[in-house]
C-alpha cells in the first residue's frame, strides 16, 4: 500500500510537548470506523514518542499490529517501543 496516495482524517493536532511523566489525552468523537489510526509527528519534529495508545468509544484498548519507520535513528529505540507499554522506553 502507498500511504503518500491515501485519504487520512486528522482528528486532533498535539500543540505542545506534555510536562515530563504526563500524558496527552485527546477524545474523538468521529462515529466512523477506521482499518488503520497513526500517530504522525508535526513537521520539523524528531518524532521521539515514549507511548501511543488508542481506545475505542468504550475506552477498551484496541490491539492490532504496530507499524512504523524503520531503522531508527538510535539502536534499541525503534518504533515498537512507542507501543510496548513502558513509558521509559520510546521511540527515535
Known amino acids: 500500500m ?3 496516495k491515501v485519504d487520512f482524517t ?4 498535539v500543540t505542545s510537548v506534555p510536562a515530563s511523566g504526563q500524558y ?3 477524545t474523538v468523537s468521529d462515529p466512523h470506523a477506521y ?3 497513526r500517530y504522525l509527528g ?3 519534529s524528531y518524532g521521539n ?3 501511543v495508545q488508542f481506545y475505542d468509544t468504550n475506552g477498551h484498548l484496541l490491539s492490532g499490529t ?4 524503520s531503522p531508527p535513528w538510535a539502536a534499541g529505540r525503534d518504533y515498537i517501543k512507542a507501543f510496548d ?3 521509559t522506553t520510546f521511540f527515535d
Do not use: C, K, M
Open 2 to 4: 502507498n500511504l503518500n
Open 10 to 13: 486528522t482528528f486532533a493536532s
Open 24 to 26: 496527552t489525552q485527546i
Open 35 to 37: 482499518r488503520y489510526l
Open 42 to 44: 508535526p513537521d520539523g
Open 49 to 51: 514518542v515514549a507511548e
Open 66 to 69: 504496530p507499524f512504523g519507520t
Open 85 to 87: 507499554g513502558d513509558p
